[in-house]
């Protein structure tokens, strides 16, 4: 068990199984094993929790579910995925109605393997997940402080398919705010994506080589519309968002007008607008459960 200064605290959800996972982590809660001693305590409120451990496949019915209890714990946290149906979707992963194992809605950082996995590979799963946590919160201060180097450069047909997936991640705490999964960015096809390519100007957001924000722009009439800004929920709130917006704006320099759009009930999103000088003009309703806010910024004129 490595050395943590903080004791971890865990939530744990049965998404679909047998209940044989589930016995196994009270298992370690009991006399026999008693995590406790070790410091894990075991929560039921995802704002207390740092370790996610969940058992069972991922269907329809619960996928909305185990993102909420995710979206709602702080950052840094860690996902631990315990038995073979939470780790891969086990003999139910052809089924009609599963989805599969915890990765095809959540960020998986541990997998416990077995059916039932045994409550000592759970502990070790557990003591994995400390470990990486502590890595996570490491990483955390070396953003905030600005050590860790961002790199923003247009973005080719290539990485389409990381583009893809990143605005696919980005995009589900606005569905589950409307409680709509139809919206367009998550039904968006990579086809589509890389033919947006012809007429967009894609920007990335690079660190430690991978892509974690995104852009797109395009020019019509002197008015540059910017769309689906995109940053990875683990490196939000860490200005990427702000200098993908500032350096798409540079991208435009003959464009004196500049617009986009969000969700009536996205204030998160409409705030950071305002805060780069957007202003709403309009709105249209776009479906029983969602207006479309309309922004714009008007480039003021240069001093002389």
């Known amino acids: 068990m490595p050395y943590f200064k903080k004791s971890p605290w865990i939530i744990h959800y049965d998404g679909s199984s047998c209940n044989g996972c589930d016995i196994e982590v009270l298992a370690c809660l ?3 094993y008693d995590v406790e001693r070790l410091g894990i305590i075991n929560t039921g409120n995802p704002k207390h929790a740092d370790i996610f451990l969940v058992t ?9 579910v185990v993102q909420n209890i995710y979206e709602q714990m702080p950052d840094p946290k860690v996902v631990v995925a315990i038995g073979i149906c939470a780790t891969s979707g086990g003999i139910f992963a052809e089924c ?3 989805m599969g194992g915890v990765n095809k809605v959540l960020p998986v950082d541990v997998y416990v393997p077995g059916c039932a996995a045994r ?16 890595e996570k919160r490491k990483r955390t201060k070396e953003i905030q402080s600005g050590k860790v180097p961002l790199l ?3 973005a080719v047909l290539s990485d389409a398919p990381q583009i ?3 605005q696919r991640l980005a995009y589900q705490s606005e569905a589950e705010l409307y409680n709509d999964f139809t919206l367009s960015p998550l039904r968006q096809t990579l086809e589509e994506l890389q033919k947006d390519f012809e007429s967009n100007l894609f920007l990335k957001a690079i660190m430690d080589g ?6 797109r722009a395009y020019e019509a009439k002197g008015t540059c519309f910017i769309d689906r800004l995109v940053v990875h929920p683990q490196y939000q709130n860490f200005g990427v968002g702000s200098k993908l917006i500032n350096e798409i704006e540079l991208r435009f320099p003959v464009c004196r007008r500049f617009e ?4 009536h009930k996205s204030k998160r999103n409409i705030d950071f607008y305002t805060r780069h000088g957007y202003k709403k003009f309009k709105s249209e309703k776009v479906s029983e459960k969602r207006d479309r806010i309309y922004l714009e910024k008007n480039k003021t004129e240069e001093k002389q």
């Open 210 to 215: 991978k892509i974690i924000g995104a852009v």
């Open 30 to 32: 009991t006399p026999v």
């Open 56 to 64: 069972g496949s991922i269907n329809e019915q619960n996928r909305e």
């Open 164 to 166: 893809l997936d990143l």
């Open 152 to 154: 923003i450069e247009p």
């Open 96 to 98: 009609y109605n599963v």
């Open 260 to 263: 986009s759009f969000s969700g």
């Open 119 to 134: 409550p000592e590979a759970i502990i070790d799963g557990i003591s994995a997940a400390i470990k990486i946590l502590d």
